[in-house]
Nanobody
């Protein structure tokens, strides 16, 4: 499986900020969506934010709206997740993922079957927030 490259995780105090970066693969065909997902201890993987790279349209989980911002730098093939006002519930392993190949759902908004939509994944980066 082709993997994306993530960085920027770390430990931060509650109320602080982190910026995650994801360098996307240049050879994945027909990428429309890049997103950030996370999995906390004992929890299922959940969507955080996604971006439709053709238009810049974004989607956010309710839990992060107003605090997190997903953005892209086309020249660097990089997608960012700016995380502000972090709290302990944000502690998780964060994954960057993209769609690709021949799959196109018509939207970058994820559903419950995340891995059917987002099929290319990074290795994950740990974010720990101390309350």
């Amino acid at each position: 499986q082709v993997q994306l490259v993530e960085s920027g995780g770390g430990s931060v105090q509650a109320g602080g900020s982190l910026r995650l970066s994801c360098v996307t693969s240049r050879y994945i065909f027909s990428v429309n969506c890049v997103g950030w997902f996370r999995q906390g201890p004992g929890k299922e993987r959940e969507g955080v934010a996604t971006i439709y790279i053709r238009t810049g349209s974004t989607y956010y989980a309710d839990s992060v709206k107003g605090r997190f911002t997903i953005s892209q730098d086309n020249a660097k093939n990089t997608v960012y997740l700016q995380m502000n006002s972090l709290n302990a519930e944000d502690t998780a392993t964060y994954y960057c993922a993209s769609d690709g190949g021949h799959y196109w759902s018509g939207s970058c908004l994820w559903g419950p079957r995340i891995r059917d939509h987002y099929t290319y994944w990074g290795q994950g980066t740990q974010v720990t927030v101390s309350s």
